[in-house]
């Protein structure tokens, strides 16, 4: 009755696009002017709403028990957790002041600051924070974030200002976790079923924002918390609007009735450069995501088990036309699975450079020649030749056509298959029924990718489904779990990040910014964004009273 | 009389369990569950947490026993809880023992499809009949060539591509409509027949794209239903007699060439529900298309069972309303005089 075929949804957006592309370009500039100035510099002063859009909706804001990035975006506005990362991507405190790791390195020790509150006027306090930790280590709670908390062997409150927990061994990512975790109230939460408890829908936290509003299907309104334990944002309220439809969002953008949204490529780079219009009144801004696409192998099958072939097959492809082509320029080449700029990153490492004849070399050592002359690269009789696999994502079916010609050049046969998520999971990844895999992985702010690289990690449903195995990696990995003090991990983890380069169990293809676009009348932004993006300081955020938008006529 | 509608009544019961039984081993079918698309591809999550939650939504069990669960619930008229939505009943409201109610998901999206469903409906019919009526009157002419090729036009021309530029010209260019949502933000501020009015703004985008491109179907049935009549002996008795054109085509004809329609809107019942997921989501209406979509690419099981449930049991009410409504309007049917 109303079931559309996703792929024919995927079509109909690319046609969307195209066309909304020539529209916007071609359209002139009729336009009325904003009547006040934007680019007048105006003092910071608090007040103000800003109106973004958002894709989808959350189902609740508890984060802990919602899936969707939607929810961890609203509630990360209204929640506190025990740490946060600061603008360059260091944890710091944010509930707490400060936190002491044990001569052993099994505890852990947080100290909250002092006079928290919630934002119903109850005090926050450690209490709080074990009755979080035993919410969601707790089996009836339907969470698939519980792993990391349950290594915990010991939580306890012993004054209402202190947390402490205790680990089995060491382990280093105990810290990240803790910045994840959003703080729950005890006093309301006590008695309620966490599954299915109304407080989801109608939250109090103690961050710089609370629940206002809810229509749902619509918007999600937040207004300024007078208890926020961070102290108090400029804007009084920040209103998420739901639009499904990237076309739709950048038309209400246009149209000056939400103030930011996250662009795509061509927005960017082509429909705003050809509009002064827009460029005038809206500011587009550019930050570095928080994953990377790369093109993994099946490590248990020939011939990707001989490490010749998949080097080859790094040097042949071109990484910076796949970004030129698929991304428009607006991404960057990687050489580990860590953000660029920040500590964990190995700046020495560089990318396979695009070499074909080197690629061809590597597999004339390793046996594959065209012996039988069709132009495909054979050994033993058998072609060269693969499928990539690849979920329903533009981007990534773009890069796997780009793959394809670049390595149908040095004589290597690929076939492209795109499936839906769901299928994409159950039937090739968590049976191991694949070749090659074009996917996205998070660069991660913890640099513990265990649980990715570890060659302990390959039954069906874990995550190093590519089925690789180093010992060296293994040692490293294992290591940097059990150390906790900084610069000691940085050296394990650009040690770690060298060998997988030379490894190639994948091939790194490119890290996307994230392109958000904001109207010039909030003020306070940094521009070049920091690393850990323009949403740092968002509490800084300012609308100077003559750019505010007139509340009713908003339309 | 009676009895015919007890009978029919009776024989939707293993008809709607055998819908649903079907419905719901090709939703098994597609690989993967709710554990496969829920935060499946994020390393701080674990299989065991999810071999967990497949326990608790019964998930690990056999797709039968899966389904006998299910039947025993709806036989309470238990549509249970959304796995996906942070366990939103699916169907109607509920009210935990402090009072607080939350919605059913279907509750809340059905009005506002129902909403736009009826009054495209409404607006398709209003235009339907005239245009039908016109170009059966004006066989091959000139309007009638128009009108048809005007509706096949509205059906023909992508609706997406027709709703954004329409979007882009009455919101972007001009400051005519809204260009999406259901209200304006602060709407509530104003007054109830402002709101109305505000509300029926943003629904009008909507309600004419699918009215452009539901036209086609309805006045070619027109068309072709006056033509058949206009050709039959009784009319030509009508004319012979000397009535008024007027009387002939509108009293006579139009009447008869209606009958099929009747078919048409039973059939039509079941569609009322069933929003469009690209309508929907271009115009950010949180209504059935996009929650049944959600829903499939979510594998929120109880939630696609849901819809299609209330889905066939309208389709098989349709069914029979339209059977009914024949027998009503048309003697025949009704007597069982062969012609």
Known sequence: MVNQPKSMMKKLNRLISISITILLISCGQQKKDPSANVNQPYPSQSGGALVDAMSGEPSGLIAMMAGESSASAIASNIFNSLLKYDKNLELTGELAQSWDVSSDQKTITFHLKPNLKWADGHALTSDDVLFTWKTVTDDKTRSPYGADYKLVKKAEAPNSSTFKVTYEAPYAPALDSWSGLHILPKHLLQDQDINNTSFSRNPVGSHYYQLDQWKKGESITLKRNPNGTQGQAKIDRLISRIIPDRAAQFLELMADNIDSMSLNSIQYARIFPARPDLTAKIAQYKELGNSY????????????????????????????????????????????????????????????????????????????????????????????????????????????????????????????????????????????????????????????????????????????????????????????????????????????????????????????????????????????????GIGHNSYEWYIPAPLRRNEMSAE | MLKYLINRLFWMVPLLVGISLISFLIMHLAPGDITATEASFNPKTSEESRQKLRELYNLDKPVIVQYGLWLKRMSTLDFGHSFASHQSPVFWQETDKEGNVTKGMIQEALPITLLINVLSLILIIGLALPLGVISALTQNKLPDRSITIFVFIGFAIPSFWLALMLMYWTGVSHN??????????????????????????????????????????????????????????????????????????????????????????????????????????????????????????????????????????????????????????????????SQ
Do not use: C
């Open chain 2, 176 to 337: 005519w409509l809204p260009i999406s949502g259901l209200h304006t933000l602060g709407a509530e501020k104003l007054s109830a027949f402002a709101q109305l009015l505000d509300t029926l703004k943003h629904l009008t985008l909507p309600i004419l794209i699918s009215g452009l491109t539901g036209l086609a179907g309805i006045s070619l049935f027109v068309r072709n239903g006056m033509l058949d009549v206009l050709h039959q002996d009784y009319i030509t008795t009508a004319r012979a007699k000397g009535l008024p054109e007027n009387t002939v085509v509108y009293k006579h004809a139009l009447r008869n060439a209606l009958l099929p329609l009747i078919t048409i809107f039973g059939l039509s019942i079941p569609g009322l529900i069933g929003g469009s997921v690209i309508a929907e989501s271009i115009f950010a209406i949180p209504g059935m298309g996009k929650l049944f979509y959600d829903a499939v690419l979510m594998r929120d099981f109880p939630v696609i069972m849901g819809i299609l449930t209330i889905g066939s049991a309208l389709t098989l009410i349709g069914n029979l309303l339209a059977d009914l409504a024949y027998a009503w309007a048309d003697p025949r049917v009704r007597k069982g005089v």
């Open chain 1, 293 to 532: 696409t790369y093109l993994g192998f099946n490590l248990k099958r020939k011939p990707f088990d001989d490490v010749r072939v998949r080097q080859a097959i790094n040097y042949a492809i071109d990484k910076q036309e796949i970004i030129d082509g698929v991304l428009l320029g607006l991404g960057l080449p990687v050489a580990s699975p860590y953000k660029p700029g920040t500590r964990w990153s190995n700046p020495k490492l560089q990318p396979y450079p695009y070499d074909p004849q080197k690629a061809i070399a590597l597999l004339k050592e390793a046996g594959f020649e065209d012996h039988d002359h069709d132009g495909i690269l054979d050994k033993d009789g058998k072609p060269l030749s693969f499928e990539i696999l690849t979920n329903q994502n533009k981007e990534r079916e773009m890069s796997a056509v780009l793959v394809q010609r670049r390595l149908k050049e040095i004589g290597i046969d690929v076939k492209i298959r795109v499936v839906e998520w769901a299928t994409f999971i159950s039937r090739f990844i968590k049976t191991g029924d694949f070749n090659v895999v074009l996917l996205g992985w998070g660069l991660g702010l913890e640099p513990d990718q265990f649980n990715i690289w570890h060659s302990s990690q390959q039954a069906p449903g874990q995550f190093n489904f590519i089925g690789y195995h180093n010992t060296h990696v293994d040692q490293l990995l294992e290591a940097g779990r059990l150390e906790l003090n900084p610069d000691k991990r940085m050296k394990i983890y650009h040690e770690f990040a060298e060998v997988l380069l030379a490894d190639s169990p994948v091939v790194y293809l490119f890290a996307g910014y994230g392109l958000p676009a904001i109207n010039k009348r909030v003020n306070g932004i940094d521009d070049p964004a920091p690393p850990a």
